[in-house]
């Protein structure tokens, strides 16, 4: 039987792969989360990637991971050390569904924020989506405690952060490659993170070693593979395919942790999916 070659399905199958390792990875991080602390975990997510960057820039050579920004890679990698540290916090405390559902809203803050910092213009699409936004967040979280909860915060300072990462990722891609902002990534994270990671630092068992394999490389694979979707697909219809991440969150949390399945999530989700789409149609959907 032959392989499928067009590029709609391939793009359709690396994007069921990139949703398959985030949702592994989020399995994972809930389950050393029962013996380690979120920084400890972030940081050994970090070494285990910078070693595997470091494979590749031994084969490409030094030059291939220079920059003329430096501040700006630590910088970047800053906030998002913070961010990655808040999702992984979040996944420990909420339910996997509602984590997946308010992290839906990253695109309206990278919305927002290249409004301001990179002078892109505020336009109907843009508005409509954030609206809807904050609309699916407040259906999801409504006003009250649960909204100031550790982990309802952690999650929408998570997506805040991821959005602001992604920002800087558009103005450095200008000069430097994937390898390059990957290179800093993980080399940046792996050195912040020593101190907190060493200061709560508990030794693994044997049975964490899988799920710290898992953290790592599906940190790698999750990033990969939704780079080779969007390399061959339009946003325009792998972005509906990302949907997929919350049904897919609610029967993992359903069956492995007794979650229950709530459906103000899938509507508030829904809401913000609508919004975000909208505004990638209007603007074309192009390539990624």
Not at 45 to 50: A, E, K, L, N, Q
Not at 128 to 145: Q, R, T
Not at 247 to 275: D, K, N, R, T, W
């Amino acid at each position: 039987m032959s392989l499928p070659t067009s590029p709609l399905v391939l793009g359709a199958i690396w994007m069921v792969g990139a949703l398959a390792s985030f949702m592994m990875m989020a399995v994972a991080g809930r389950e050393l989360s029962d013996t380690m602390h979120t920084l400890q975990i972030v940081w050994m997510r970090s070494i285990f990637g910078i070693l595997v960057v470091l494979f590749f820039v031994s084969r490409k050579g030094w030059a291939s991971v220079h920059t003329t920004h430096l501040k700006v890679q630590i910088g970047r990698n800053l906030v998002h050390y913070a961010a990655q540290s808040g999702w992984f916090l979040s996944v420990a405390l909420l339910p996997l569904a509602t984590v997946f559902a308010i992290e839906f809203t990253t695109p309206i803050w990278v919305a927002i924020l290249a409004v301001l910092f990179l002078g892109e213009r505020m336009d109907r699409g843009r508005l409509i989506a954030i609206v809807l936004g904050f609309a699916g967040i407040l259906i999801i979280v409504p006003p009250g405690p649960e909204m100031f909860s550790v982990g309802s915060v952690a999650v929408m300072g998570a997506a805040i952060g991821f959005a602001l990462t992604l920002t800087i990722t558009k103005y450095l891609t200008r000069t430097d490659g994937p390898l390059t902002i990957l290179f800093y990534m993980m080399s940046v994270q792996t050195v912040i993170g020593a101190i907190p990671g060493l200061w709560f630092w508990v030794t693994p068992v044997w049975a964490d070693a899988v799920w710290i394999l898992f953290v790592g490389f599906t940190g790698l694979s999750a990033h990969y593979c939704l780079a080779r979707a969007f390399q061959l697909a339009d946003a325009s219809f792998v972005m509906p395919i990302d949907f997929l991440r919350l049904p897919m969150a609610a029967v993992v949390g359903f069956f492995l942790y007794q979650e229950s399945i709530e459906l103000a999530v899938f509507i508030g989700a829904a809401v913000i999916f609508a919004g975000n789409y909208f505004n990638l149609r209007r603007s074309g959907g192009g390539r990624h």
